[in-house]
C-alpha cells in the first residue's frame, strides 16, 4: 500500500484536523483542459475514453498535474451503470447521452439484472487500479456513481428531459413499479461502489443531480431513501482508513438536515446556499463540502480570489470543509481560472486552521 502524500481531502472530509482547506472540482478532468480534448480524440468518442482503463487514467490524473487539486475523481460516466443493466447506450455528437429503448414498463423493469460489476464494469475496476499506480500517493483518488433517482430519469425518460413527464408520470401513476426499479438500481449502485474501493478508490461520492426537481415529500420518497440503502450496504473502511462518502443533491438545500441524517461522511452544497448557513444546520454532524458558484470561474482571477475568501470566512475557523465548485466545471473555462481558483484556496485558507 503506497503512504498517501497528501491526505487533506480525507482529514477534512472527516472532520479531522488540517493545515489548510483541501480543494478539488466537480468535473475537473475535463473540456476546459487541452490536454483532455486531445486524449478524447485520441480514444474517439466519449464513451470509448470511459472503456479504455489507459486514458481514462490519463485524464483522471491530468487535473492532479496541471491544475493542482488535493484530490483526482475517477473519470467514467454515471450512465455506465444502467449499460451494465443491459440498456443500450449512445452519445451522439452535440445531443448527450440516449438510451434508445427506455423504460416504460414493469415488464421493462423486471428484466433488468443488477449486474456483477466485477464482470459488466471490470473496465472501470482496471481504470481504478491504474490510476492507484499512476498517482503513486500524490493525492486520493474519489469514486462515484449517480443516485438511483438520477440514473432512473435518464432511464425513463430515454436521455436528458426539460419537464420530466414520464419518469414523473411513472412515478405518480405506478410508484411500485419506479420503487422497484429503484430498488435494483441502489443494489446495482452499491456493488458498483462497493467494487470501486475494493479496486483502490479511497472515497466515493454518490451525485443526485435531478433529486432538486421533486417535492419535498418525493425526494424523501423516491431519492434520499434509495442513497440511504446505498450508504448502509458500503464498506465504510478500506486499507486500514475510512472511505469517507459524499452526498450531493444539486437543487436540495433545503433538506440539507433529512440529506446529513442519511448517513454521509460530507454533504455536498451547491451555490444557492451560503456556507455560514449550512454549516449553523448541519456542520455539527457532517463536513461540507463546495460552494462556489461554477460560472465565478469565467470572472478574473483577483475576482475569483475574493470570493475563496468570502467563503472562507463564511465557513470560518476549523475542519470538515472540502472547497468545491457547486457544481461541475463548465467546458469554456479558462484553465489559467481554475489554476487561479486552485491557488487561492491553498494561499488563503491556512489561516482558518
Known amino acids: 500500500m503506497t503512504e498517501l502524500k497528501n491526505d487533506l481531502f480525507l482529514r477534512a472530509c472527516l472532520r479531522q484536523p488540517v493545515e489548510r482547506t483541501p480543494v478539488w472540482m466537480m468535473r475537473q478532468a475535463g473540456r476546459y483542459l487541452p490536454q483532455y480534448r486531445a486524449t478524447r480524440q485520441r480514444a474517439g468518442g466519449f464513451l470509448d475514453l470511459c472503456k479504455t482503463p489507459e486514458l481514462a487514467c490519463e485524464v483522471t490524473v491530468q487535473p492532479v498535474e496541471l491544475v493542482g487539486v488535493d484530490a483526482a475523481i475517477l473519470f467514467s460516466d454515471i450512465l455506465v ?39 459488466k464494469l471490470g473496465y472501470v475496476m482496471e481504470a481504478v487500479r491504474l490510476i492507484r499506480r499512476e498517482l503513486a500517493g500524490r493525492v486520493p483518488l474519489i469514486g462515484f456513481s449517480g443516485s438511483p433517482w438520477t440514473l432512473a430519469t435518464y432511464m425513463v425518460e430515454g436521455g436528458g428531459s426539460k419537464n420530466y413527464a414520464k419518469v414523473k408520470g411513472m412515478m405518480f401513476n405506478e410508484p411500485e413499479t419506479m420503487h422497484l426499479l429503484l430498488g435494483k438500481l441502489a443494489d446495482a449502485v ?79 452544497l451547491d451555490w444557492t446556499i451560503d456556507i455560514d ?37 463564511r465557513f470560518g475557523r476549523g475542519s470538515g470543509h472540502v472547497f468545491n465548485l457547486g457544481h461541475g466545471i463548465t467546458p469554456d473555462v479558462p484553465v489559467e481560472h481554475a489554476k487561479a481558483f486552485v491557488q487561492a484556496v491553498k494561499e488563503e485558507s491556512p489561516a482558518w486552521h
Open 190 to 268: 452499491a456493488a458498483y461502489l462497493n467494487a470501486q474501493i475494493a479496486n483502490g478508490v479511497q472515497a466515493v461520492q454518490i451525485f443526485d443531480t435531478w433529486g432538486g426537481i421533486l417535492t419535498t415529500r418525493d425526494y424523501r420518497e423516491f431519492s434520499l431513501a434509495y442513497m440511504r440503502r446505498i450508504i448502509e450496504q458500503l464498506t465504510r473502511e478500506h486499507e486500514g482508513r475510512r472511505v469517507p462518502v459524499i452526498l450531493y443533491t444539486k437543487g436540495g438545500m433545503g433538506w440539507l438536515e433529512a440529506i446529513a441524517d442519511a448517513g454521509p461522511d460530507v454533504v455536498g
Open 277 to 313: 448557513v449550512a454549516r449553523a444546520r448541519i456542520g455539527d454532524r457532517v463536513a461540507l463540502q463546495g460552494n462556489m458558484d461554477p460560472t465565478m470561474l469565467y470572472a478574473k482571477p483577483e475576482r475569483i480570489r475574493a470570493e475563496v475568501k468570502d467563503i472562507l470566512v
Open 81 to 119: 451503470v444502467p449499460e451494465a443493466m443491459g440498456m443500450e447506450l449512445t452519445f451522439g455528437a452535440g445531443e448527450g447521452p440516449r438510451f434508445p429503448q427506455p423504460v416504460r414498463s414493469r415488464a421493462d423493469v423486471e428484466r433488468l439484472p443488477v449486474p456483477d460489476p466485477e464482470e
